[in-house]
C-alpha cells in the first residue's frame, strides 16, 4: 500500500492511502504510522535474524573435557 504524505489545514504531516477509485482509504498522522511502522518487524529483518542466528550457532566450538588432578 504506497502512502502519499500531505499536510493538514494546521500544517501536521499526514499520510494517506487510497483506494482503487482514488478515494481515501486511510488517513493518518505522520507522527502515529511512523510510530506503528518503527514497532514492527519487517519480514525482511526476521529472515536476516534468523540467518544471524544460524551462522553463529555453527561456530560455536566444542567444549573440552577438564584434566582431573590427582
Do not use: C, N, W
Request: zero cysteines.
Amino acid at each position: 500500500m504506497p502512502r502519499t504524505t500531505h499536510r493538514s489545514s494546521k500544517g501536521t504531516k499526514l499520510y494517506a492511502v487510497r483506494d482503487a477509485e482514488g478515494q481515501f482509504k486511510d488517513i493518518q498522522t505522520y507522527k502515529r504510522a511512523h510510530g506503528q511502522d518503527v514497532k514492527r518487524v519487517s519480514k525482511a529483518e526476521i529472515v536476516a535474524k534468523k540467518a544471524a542466528k544460524k551462522k553463529t550457532a555453527k561456530k560455536a566450538p566444542a567444549k573440552k573435557a577438564a584434566k582431573k588432578k590427582k
